[in-house]
């Protein structure tokens, strides 16, 4: 009998489900147990302790690691601040802690054979403090190798500071090196007894390095500092204008030392040009001294006149480079007017001492001659009727040689002006003694001179001759002024008494002339050493230069007044002296 057999195909699927869950369920609870027997036999549990207790150590370590890291940086970041080694070491003590233990820290420097403790955190010592010989840190110094010491309170330093003796245990010290020699100490401690280990004083060593760089670039600071604000400091006391150009005409520096009365035209504009500033230009000059100093390759000087009248000896020196290529220009300007004007008086000096010497001569030998001529004519005289053809032309011998002995004495007065030191002074006599020296060759030029003297004016302090000088130029100038003109020529001179309000009584003395005037923008150009509108035969420019020092001299000024083809007033005023007037 054929038997057929049918495969159990399975529980329901909704049976089925549940079956799978219940030995799922029993199976997992079964396993965990097993799971965690092995774990608590095999010490599976007691490793995952350990692990947690070293990850927490390899933590602080990392954090230790970074904090020395950070403390680094910090000091490499120092070393380009200009930072006392106090400020140094307080700024170090503030994270140190983080890195090693550190309950103290102080720096000591060598110097002059000692070791002086310069700076300190807490600060429980004040003032330079000098470390004893016995102490371990010039062990340190000596040998040039780190050191740890304990008992801390068996060294030298440290019983000498009681406030110490009793708070740090360990000690440990690094030295700094600067330039191969050992130029101090670090010094770190710690209240815990064996705190430091071979990674501290490593780390401590690291950062006595970093400490020795920071504090030599500190010192190079300074010094370098101090070289640069005593440059600037002696750029800025010269009292003559220095600017500094590149080669593009910019000025880079100036010591801003430009007198008040120096007509810098471009000094307020944002040009920075130097024919802009200096110059009011709008382009480089037409004779540069630049460009030749920078052509030539060596240094060029220039005497310049300003507009205002101000004279300057300009001075162009090239800069060279490294590479011996001429990067700049130094241009040095100084005011020379006072010195011009001086040798402009010098000059007339010098020719009123040749004149002198030549008059002195003269005058000996013409005196002579002169009281011959007019005793002679005196002793004729004495013989001839009075009134007669004789006795007339007698009298105008004797009057023409007594004339001609004060023009010489007048001469040797005048050319003489260093023998005669101020004293009072009648301007109406000084005028008139002018007008006898110079009348003659005026009046030969068909030019009138009319007097107007103010009477009783009073008398004045001064040099007699120096006013001489100063009224015999105006006169001489207004005489030129009248030369080859079809009109008549007039010369007015005369003197007056003038009230200034706040500054007292004036005396003038004003010679006016019909000539052909000045023009108005040569006005400020008179006074200037050597500038003339005449002929190089007929004057050198410093007529009016030396009038205007003799009359500043004597705290007076001269004023001018003129219109082209009408004529010129020129007045020097000088002050009354009341004592002198009393």
Not at 241 to 250: A, M
Not at 482 to 501: D, F, P, Y
């Amino acid at each position: 009998m054929k038997t057929t057999s049918r495969r159990f195909t399975g529980w329901p699927c909704s049976a089925r489900g549940w079956y799978r869950m219940v030995v799922q369920e029993r199976g997992g609870t079964v396993f965990n147990e097993k799971t965690k027997l092995i774990q608590n036999l095999t010490g599976v549990n007691s490793s995952k302790l350990n692990y947690y207790v070293e990850l927490k150590k390899r933590n602080e370590e990392i954090v230790k690691q970074n904090s020395r890291l950070e403390i680094i940086h910090q000091l490499v970041r120092d070393i380009n601040i200009e930072m006392s080694v106090a400020d140094l070491i307080k700024r170090v003590y503030g994270k140190l802690p983080l890195a090693v233990p550190c309950d103290f820290i102080g720096l000591a420097l060598y110097q002059d054979g000692k070791l002086l403790m310069k700076a300190m955190m807490p600060r429980v010592l004040y003032g330079k403090v000098s470390i004893p010989r016995g102490s371990f840190l010039w062990e340190c110094v000596e040998e040039g190798k780190g050191l740890i010491y304990e008992p801390a309170s068996s060294d030298p330093f440290i019983q000498e500071n009681p406030d110490l003796g009793g708070q740090i245990c360990s000690l440990a010290a690094a030295p700094l090196f600067c330039r191969s020699a050992v130029r101090g100490v670090l010094l770190v401690g710690s209240k815990v007894s064996r705190a430091y280990s071979s990674s501290e004083l490593n780390f401590i060593h690291q950062l006595a390095d970093q400490m020795a760089i920071a504090i030599q670039n500190t010192s190079l600071y300074k010094q370098v500092s101090r070289a640069k604000s005593e440059w600037e400091a002696t750029f800025r006391a010269v009292t003559d204008p220095i600017l500094l150009i590149d080669t593009d005409f910019n000025i880079l520096r100036d010591n801003n030392n430009f007198p008040p009365s120096m007509d810098v035209t471009g000094r307020d504009s944002e040009s920075q040009k130097c024919y802009a500033r200096l110059w009011g230009r709008n382009g480089k000059c037409d004779e540069c001294l630049m460009e030749e100093t920078i052509r030539e390759g060596k240094p060029v000087y220039k005497r310049v006149q300003m507009a205002s009248g101000l004279v300057f000896d300009i001075s162009y020196y090239p800069v060279y480079n490294e590479k011996g290529q001429i990067t700049a220009v130094i241009n040095q300007m100084k005011d020379v007017t006072e010195k011009t004007k001086m040798e402009a008086q010098l000059m007339q000096s010098a020719k009123l001492a040749a004149i002198g010497e030549m008059a002195a001569g003269v005058a000996h030998e013409l005196n002579n001659q002169m009281t011959v001529i007019i005793g002679t004519a005196q002793l004729l005289l004495r013989d001839k009727e009075e009134g007669s053809f004789e006795s007339e032309a007698l009298k105008d011998i004797v009057n023409c040689g007594l004339r001609c002995k004060k023009i010489i004495q007048n001469l040797l007065t005048f050319s003489r002006q260093d023998r005669y030191p101020l004293a009072p002074t009648d301007l109406n006599d000084v005028v008139e003694r002018v007008l006898s020296l110079i009348q003659y060759q005026i009046n030969r030029n068909k030019i009138v001179i009319v007097k107007d003297l103010a009477p009783d004016l009073p008398r004045i302090t001064a040099n007699s001759q120096q006013i001489q000088q100063v009224l015999i130029n105006f006169l001489l100038n207004a005489r030129d002024a009248l030369e080859g003109l079809e009109r008549e020529g007039r010369i007015e001179i005369s003197s007056s008494l003038r009230e200034v309000e706040g500054e007292g009584k004036k005396v003038v003395v004003t010679v006016r002339d019909n000539g052909v005037g000045i023009e108005k923008e040569n006005l400020p150009k008179i006074f200037n050493p050597f500038y003339t509108s005449k002929d190089a035969s007929k004057g050198t420019g410093l007529g009016l230069s030396v009038s205007l020092g003799i009359a500043e001299a004597h705290g007076g000024c001269i004023e001018v007044d003129s219109t082209p083809g009408e004529g010129s007033t020129f007045s020097l005023v000088l002050p009354v002296d009341e004592e002198t007037v009393e």
